[in-house]
């Protein structure tokens, strides 16, 4: 969990520690504003369970199933995934 909260900061252009109080993961807010930072756009399909980030410019795609029966948390751990494969690629 760590890994991806360092590589998605690290796309956003901002500082993580662990003791930091920001984490997409369980934030909603934290979510939307990544997700605008990096321009990610966010769609849940309920007919097939899941959550789904893009980044057109990046031909990036990130599916996250809702196995816990939790939109919200699908719909954040896409952002999150999408974002931290955006700075894993970064130089």
Do not use: H
């Amino acid at each position: 969990m760590n890994e991806l909260l360092e590589l998605a900061a690290k796309a956003a252009g901002l500082s993580f520690w662990q003791e930091n109080s920001w984490n997409p993961l369980d934030d909603d807010g934290d979510a939307l504003r990544l997700a605008v930072k990096l321009e990610i756009v966010v769609e849940y399909r309920r007919d097939a369970s899941a959550a789904f980030a893009y980044n057109y410019a990046r031909c990036l795609e990130i599916g996250e199933n809702n196995k816990n029966l939790d939109p919200y948390a699908a719909t954040r751990r896409a952002i999150v995934r999408a974002a931290a494969e955006i700075g894993r690629n970064m130089a």
